[in-house]
C-alpha cells in the first residue's frame, strides 16, 4: 500500500514563505513524477508545480518565480517552497505521485491535502 503524507501548511502573512513537504512510503518500485497541486474554495483542482524523474519542471505562470519544487529521491520526499505569498495563493493543496508499485501496475496517488491560507 503507497501513502503519501504532507505537511507544513498553516496561516502565513502575505509576503511571507511556507514550505510544504510530501512523503511517499509504502511499496514503491520507482517513482516517474512527483507534484503538487491546490484547490481554493469554488475552484478546480490546478496543477502548480510538477517535477519529473528526468528533473524536468513545471510551473503554472501565477507562482513562477516565487515557488520552488524539489525532490530527494533517496527519501521519496518532494518539496514546494513557497515565498512572497499572496491571498490569491489561498488553498487547499495536495500532493500527487505516479508510482510503480509492482513491475506491472503504476497510477496516480494523492495525499490527505494540506491548508495553506495568506492573510493578514
Known amino acids: 500500500q503507497v501513502q503519501l503524507v504532507e505537511s507544513g501548511g498553516g496561516l502565513v502573512q502575505p509576503g511571507g514563505s511556507l514550505r510544504l513537504s510530501c512523503a511517499a512510503s509504502g511499496s514503491i518500485v520507482s517513482i516517474n513524477a512527483m507534484g503538487w497541486y491546490r484547490q481554493a474554495p469554488g475552484k478546480q483542482r490546478e496543477l502548480v508545480a510538477a517535477i519529473i524523474s528526468g528533473g524536468s519542471i513545471n510551473y503554472t505562470d501565477s507562482v513562477k518565480g516565487r515557488f520552488t519544487i524539489s525532490r530527494d529521491n533517496a527519501k521519496n520526499t518532494v518539496y514546494l517552497q513557497m515565498n512572497s505569498l499572496k491571498p490569491e495563493d489561498t488553498a487547499v493543496y495536495y500532493c500527487?505521485?505516479?508510482?510503480?508499485?509492482?513491475?506491472?501496475?503504476?497510477?496516480?496517488?494523492w495525499g490527505q491535502g494540506t491548508q495553506v491560507t495568506v492573510s493578514s
Open positions: 500527487n505521485a505516479h508510482i510503480r508499485a509492482t513491475y506491472y501496475t503504476s497510477k496516480n496517488y
